[in-house]
């Protein structure tokens, strides 16, 4: 029973996200959704006292478990000792560098969930099984037209499909948390949509749901500098109108990527045209 680990190690958590799971049940299904099969690579990220590593490491051909806390890597030292099937990070998950992974299933440290999600986005994996503060996984599998859809909505969307599979109780865990949780299905995917660059699609987003009750007409042009297009104020009418006359909350991902792509494309003109403009005024000078 996980709550006899917890007492066997006096561990109480509550401080640092730590709120452990120890409903069997839910754990037994956190693992099922993974449908891990034996030469399979998991990544665990606070992986606290070993409740769900246990069950990871009984289907896997090895596991990789994160954890911060170094009471609680103790406690997995202790459990699990040497073996093969475990490689214990003591760090924090946002300083260090992912080993190859198949799929990530993890309880994640709700503070710092946003960091986590934007960084697993960048590693290349087949599936994700994560547990969510319940409004968060709302956030990120929200669609345009809704009062959840965010960045995290856009941003999740362009990465993989992802849904709520389970929603999980306060009583689920010890000691209980304030909020509900829940548990989000991951699936990365290749784009739906054509992006010219992905750091710009990425920062236009940010930079426009920054001010989500403004239509996009005006968010763009309050942007025009960090977009790096100086002349907005007569580009914005070459983009269509009918997508700047809505918020942010009403364009689909897509739309998005469509804007940040002509934006994008005009600016590396801008950026040419100065580059030969200068090279014309240098040669002349030489
Ligand atoms: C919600 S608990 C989950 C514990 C356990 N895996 C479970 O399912 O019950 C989150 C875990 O993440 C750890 N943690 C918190 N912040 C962390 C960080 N920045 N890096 C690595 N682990 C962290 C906590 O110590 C805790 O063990």
């Known amino acids: 029973m996980v709550r006899d680990i917890l007492r066997k190690y006096g561990i109480r958590g509550g401080n640092h996200d730590q709120h452990f799971l120890v409903d069997e049940r839910m754990l037994d299904r956190i693992v ?8 399979e690579t998991i ?3 606070g992986a606290g006292i070993g409740n769900l590593t246990e069950r990871l490491m009984a289907k896997a051909s090895k596991v990789i478990a994160i954890e ?3 009471a609680l890597v103790n406690v997995l030292i202790s459990r699990f000792g040497e073996t093969d099937k475990l490689e214990i990070i003591h760090a924090d998950v946002l300083d260090v560098d992912f080993p190859d ?3 990530v299933v993890a309880n994640l440290p709700y503070s710092i969930s946003s960091e986590i999600t934007f960084k697993l986005f960048k590693y ?4 994700g099984i994560l547990m969510y503060q319940l409004e968060f996984a709302e956030r990120m599998v929200a669609r345009e037209n809704s009062k959840d859809y965010s960045r995290l909505s856009v941003n999740t969307h362009y990465f993989a499909d992802a849904s709520i599979i389970m929603k999980v109780p306060r009583g689920a865990f010890s000691p209980p948390p304030e909020v509900l949780s829940a548990v989000v299905k991951v699936v990365p995917r290749p784009a739906q949509f054509e992006v010219a660059d992905e750091k710009y699609f990425l920062d236009f987003v940010t930079a426009v749901f ?3 009750r403004k239509k996009m ?12 297009i100086p002349d907005m104020k007569e580009f914005i009418s070459e983009l269509p109108r009918e997508m700047l006359d809505k918020r942010p909350e009403n364009l689909e991902p897509a739309e998005f990527a469509y804007l940040a792509n002509l934006m ?5 003109e801008i950026q040419a045209n100065g580059h030969h403009q200068l090279q014309k005024c240098s040669n002349k000078s030489g």
Request: proline letters at 7%; aromatic letters at 8%.
């Open 68 to 70: 911060r806390d170094p």
């Open 101 to 103: 992974f198949d799929k």
């Open 43 to 45: 990544l665990e990220i």
């Open 32 to 39: 099922d959704a993974a449908d891990i099969r034996p030469d």
């Open 124 to 127: 290349d994996f087949d599936l």
């Open 264 to 268: 994008y494309r005009h600016k590396e």
């Open 210 to 212: 920054g001010q989500r």
């Open 217 to 228: 007409r005006n968010s763009i042009l309050k942007n025009k500098q960090p977009l790096g």
